[in-house]
T-cell receptor
């Protein structure tokens, strides 16, 4: 596609529920990144995919967070047993190659109530 | 850990004036820097970048200056327009790695 697409744009869920956030990167981009942005803060790295594999998941806060990219294109960020502290904007980005700047999507605003 | 930071959280300028947004970084190993603009409800948008082997780079109405001696980065916007109102982030990257480290942002407000 023309840009990085993230769905849904907004998600409200109850504490303890499971959520999935989807990212469609720019066609042909092999590198895909997930970041999390709290209100008034800069984005913080969560996980990086090169192709289908998670090359670095060191930014995932705990084992309730998991992400997949089974075919090397679309990625899904999964959060189990959501907590109010998980509320944030989850940003996805992609790039042609590792390094350099990348293109961000508009994010999914997750609110846990 | 080391991180990118910003001097001014909010900057208010008159339309038509020049804007300067500053950023301090602490990791001398960083070799690539990017400025992003983020409007409300949108993801960060790439503005301009610079590598550590340069001290100045110009784009359309924007200039980035890098002072490695004092680990300082700035974004200059010429003839600031209302559409420039947004939050601006600097980000650093080390050794062409994939991970960007962002500062907390500066909000630019343009007065008509």
């Amino acid at each position: 596609g023309a840009g990085v697409s993230q769905t849904p744009s907004n998600k409200v869920t109850e504490k303890g529920k499971y959520v999935e956030l989807r990212c469609d990167p720019i066609s042909g981009h092999t590198a895909l990144y997930w970041y999390r942005q709290s209100l008034g803060q800069g984005p913080e790295f969560l996980i990086y995919f090169q192709g289908t594999g998670a090359a670095d998941d060191s930014g995932l806060p705990n084992d309730r967070f998991f992400a997949v990219r089974p075919e090397g294109s679309v990625s899904t960020l999964k959060i189990q047993r959501t907590e109010r502290g998980d509320s944030a904007v989850y940003l996805c980005a992609s790039s042609l190659k590792q390094g350099g700047g990348y293109t961000f999507g508009s994010g999914t605003r997750l609110t846990v109530v | 850990g080391e991180s990118v930071g910003l001097h001014l959280p909010t900057l208010s300028v008159q339309e038509g004036d020049n804007s300067i947004i500053n950023c301090a970084y602490s990791n001398s190993a960083s070799d690539y820097f990017i400025w992003y603009k983020q409007e409300s409800g949108k993801g960060p948008q790439f503005i301009i970048d610079i590598r550590s082997n340069m001290d100045k780079r110009q784009g359309q109405r924007v200039t980035v200056l890098l002072n490695k001696t004092v680990k300082h980065l700035s974004l200059q916007i010429a003839a600031t327009q209302p559409g420039d109102s947004a939050v601006y982030f600097c980000a650093e990257n080390m050794d062409s790695s994939y991970k960007l480290i962002f500062g907390s942002g500066t909000r630019l407000l343009v007065r008509p």
